[in-house]
């Protein structure tokens, strides 16, 4: 009797078998971990309408896009990285260095040297991120990870722990890149869309971009490919310094003035755009296009929840969510199920 019975236990199908078996990603589990994030904004996006009439307003959804722009910015060159297979959690500290060089320096050179200077100094950071990651092989999340505080040292020793103000803001054209605007369109969104264009070119369209999957994807098999890859993983850390500073030029041309620790918290947010848009944290996936569309998601939940009267903080609790909630549907989809049993 008892020979019939695990028998029975153990034929394809059982009931045993079944309690068992793992949540497969077929069917509605598979939607939901490839489009869990776009439906979870859809009903967002319903919910802030309902809530409140001013959040599909043009006037708002142009503010979204353009305060989105700099956090924009910077989640594009992070996509390479992330792509790449490594982590860059300086770049908030990062920007809070290049708004206050080039803010300081601006009246010390005048903006015409102010620029390039700014841009030199970010990418020497970039590049001795990029060698200790790339060359010597260390780990991406400690190096930018003690980075970050370096880098935010930095930042304070170079301005004395003051903050950085323009003398003469009304004779100076610097403020182009963050409060001008062209055709009704505001100069952030345009450099937003310029440098999405390009990177998203680089990134799907030359060979460069193919390497830099296949280093996130198995760098062990782009090596024996005879791909370089610390050169690109040097070369992606390039891309994300010279992003940093092109969102460091965006604020410091937007308020003309600068707090030091402005910056202090993106990284966070940057990760959770990039996470947002579909790149893997494991490295071989992802897409520009995707990356803006999480930028995009990330601010308009952020302008909601203000219009619905929570407070700013708030903002903090719910992108952790969305971290966690995007991270387990990479992994799931990766594993083929949204949840497994206990081996």
């Known amino acids: 009797m008892s020979d019939i019975s695990s028998k029975a236990a153990s034929r394809p199908g059982s009931s045993k078998e079944k309690s068992m078996k793992p949540f497969s990603l077929s069917g509605v589990g598979g939607f939901l971990a490839k489009q869990g994030i776009l439906i979870a904004f859809a009903v967002f996006m319903i919910g802030f309408t309902i809530a ?6 043009p006037d708002n959804i142009m503010g979204v896009v353009r305060s989105s722009a700099i956090l924009g910015v910077m989640a594009l060159g992070v996509t390479f990285v992330v792509i790449s297979g490594n982590l860059d959690l300086s770049v908030g500290s990062m920007m809070s260095f290049a708004t206050i060089v080039v803010l300081d320096l601006h009246d010390k050179l005048g903006p015409l040297l102010a620029i390039p200077s700014m841009y030199a100094m970010v990418l020497c950071l970039g590049a ?6 790339g060359y010597l092989k260390l ?12 880098i935010h040292g ?31 369109i505001p100069v952030p969104i345009l450099l937003f869309a310029l440098v999405a264009s390009v990177l998203g ?4 369209k030359t060979p460069f971009g193919r390497k830099v999957y296949a280093v996130g994807g198995n760098g062990t098999a782009a090596t024996f490919s005879g791909i370089r890859r610390a050169r690109v993983v040097f070369t992606c850390y390039l891309m994300s310094a010279f992003c940093v500073g092109t969102a460091g030029l965006i604020q410091a041309s937007r308020s003309l003035g600068s707090q030091n620790t402005v910056g202090q918290g993106l990284e966070l947010e940057v990760l959770a755009a990039v996470i ?4 893997s944290l494991m490295g071989g996936s992802g897409t520009i296009f995707k990356t ?5 998601i990330l601010g308009f939940i952020q302008n909601g929840l203000l219009l619905v009267g929570l407070q700013f ?27 497994s049993p206990i081996a």
């Open 52 to 57: 409140n009439q001013r959040f599909l307003d």
């Open 128 to 133: 001795f991120i990029g060698f200790l990651v």
């Open 139 to 150: 780990n991406s999340l400690i190096v930018t990870l003690g980075m970050l505080s370096a």
């Open 154 to 184: 930095l930042t304070l020793t170079y301005s004395g722990g003051k903050n950085m103000d323009i003398a003469d803001k009304e004779g100076t054209w610097f403020s182009v890149f963050g409060q001008s605007t062209v055709l009704g």
């Open 201 to 204: 070119i680089v990134l799907a």
């Open 276 to 279: 947002l848009g579909g790149a």
């Open 292 to 296: 803006v569309i999480g930028v995009l």
């Open 313 to 339: 903080y708030v903002q903090y609790v719910v992108t952790w969510i969305i971290i966690i909630l995007a991270v387990w549907l990479d992994i799931a989809a990766k594993r083929g199920k949204l949840w």
